[in-house]
């Protein structure tokens, strides 16, 4: 259950983003990244526990952004084509409205852009360093705010555009501050262990 990473550049393969479009259409069954240095990051399905705390965390975010309407909110599978070339799928996020107007992107593609929101939500498989190297990518490509959610040691880091890193400890709530003015994301069942 932890993510394959094939080196792609040293085997002298590069894929363009055409080809990794491809590659990923054809394989729709795994869940497939690439990072900017070109290596291809095969990330297997998660547990049903983390399948659940990721589906309370879209569907909160969602239920904000459909009352907002400023922006739209994306899930893991969406893939967003960061400006310095790799290829990302966060747990989720949101993106407004009007830079996807601006863009016009082809609705069947990956997205072009940074998101301006994004979230990582740590499954038990999951390398937590590789999840902060992942962060601090979206922040230099443009993202304004990030949550990388630790299930597993009750923390939240939270990234913001120009700011240093801050690490909450059990938080139960998380405010979208000026990015997502008015969405609080209530954290039971996604930070905490959902019981059956």
């Known amino acids: 259950m932890i993510p394959l990473v094939l080196e792609m550049e040293s085997a002298d393969i590069h894929l363009s983003d055409e080809q990794f479009y491809r590659l990923c259409q054809v394989n729709r069954e795994l869940r497939l990244e690439r ?13 049903w526990e983390t399948g659940n705390r990721n589906s309370r ?26 400006p ?5 799928s966060p747990d989720a996020a949101w993106v407004k409205r009007e830079r ?19 979230v990582e939500l740590r499954s038990a498989t999951d390398d937590f360093s590789t999840m902060q190297t992942k962060m601090q990518d979206y922040l ?8 990388l959610l630790n ?24 405010s979208g501050g000026t990015v997502l003015p008015g969405f609080v994301l209530q954290l039971d069942g996604i930070l905490s262990s959902f019981k059956v």
């Open 100 to 118: 996807l107007e601006s863009l016009r992107p082809d609705p069947n593609r990956f997205l072009p852009l940074c998101p301006d929101f994004a």
């Open 140 to 147: 230099e490509n443009g993202m304004q705010l990030g949550w």
């Open 151 to 174: 299930p597993y040691d009750q923390q939240v880091e939270i990234y913001r555009s120009g700011q240093p890193i801050e690490v909450l400890n059990s938080p139960t709530e998380l």
């Open 35 to 47: 990072t900017a240095a070109g290596k291809l990051i095969i990330m297997p399905p998660t547990g």
């Open 57 to 82: 965390l879209n569907q909160r975010l969602g239920n904000w952004a459909d009352k907002d309407g400023r922006g739209l909110v994306f899930d893991s599978s969406t893939g967003f084509i960061l």
């Open 84 to 88: 310095n070339g790799a290829i990302r």
